[in-house]
């Protein structure tokens, strides 16, 4: 049986209210949608990455059942939060391997059209977590608009919605924050072309 948005939508209600169990219930909900957001994001890693999907699922319900106080209206909400917990495991996992100071086999993701470029090449992603981070500092709203288009996997009208914004604003947002993003890491794009 699938549920209603609305089930959805009274159950994030009673889970900002601190009813643990809520979580529980919705997270069979919500389950598919967030594996599918977990393997757009893995299909962005080089070969051989150890996380899998579930375990991506699995790590972010967990930082969701430790958190307390964070407020969710809807699903959209949601899963924008979700997007950011997604985007931290994926950088924390990359930082614990070791690799981004010590120069192995940096975990890479492409930066593809919907990012910044063409998507032959990849980009670090610890590289663009910082660049984001350096994009969020200079404009907020532009890089939630990243993270939640980029991490979340949300559409347009999805991510406009969760900003507040029309959908236009948002896409104006876009294709700045992509332009700004594709200049922020083409020195590192230019040295990885000409290893």
């Known amino acids: 049986m699938i549920e209603s948005p609305h089930d959805i939508t009274g159950l994030l209600s009673a889970w900002s209210n601190g009813n643990q169990e809520a979580l529980r219930d919705l997270m069979p909900m919500v389950y598919a949608e967030l594996r599918k957001i977990a393997r757009r994001h893995l299909g962005r890693q080089v070969p051989h990455h150890t996380l899998e999907s579930a375990a991506l699922v699995n790590e972010a319900y967990l930082k969701l059942v430790r ?57 670090e992603l610890l590289a663009l977590d910082d660049a984001l981070i350096s994009l969020t500092k200079m404009d907020a709203r532009k890089g939630r608009l990243v993270e939640l288009r980029y991490f979340g996997g949300l559409t347009m009208e999805e991510s406009a919605a969760i900003l507040g914004v029309a959908r236009e604003t948002a896409k104006r947002d876009w294709k700045i924050a992509k332009a700004w993003l594709f200049a922020e890491l083409r020195p590192m794009l230019v040295a990885k072309t000409a290893e």
């Open 67 to 123: 958190s307390r106080g964070i407020h969710c209206d809807n699903r959209l909400q949601f899963f924008g939060l979700c997007s950011q917990i997604i985007r931290r495991i994926l950088v924390d996992h990359a930082r614990n391997a070791g690799y981004a100071k010590r120069g192995g086999n940096a975990v890479r993701i492409p930066l593809n059209e919907e990012v910044a470029g063409p998507s032959e090449r990849g980009v």
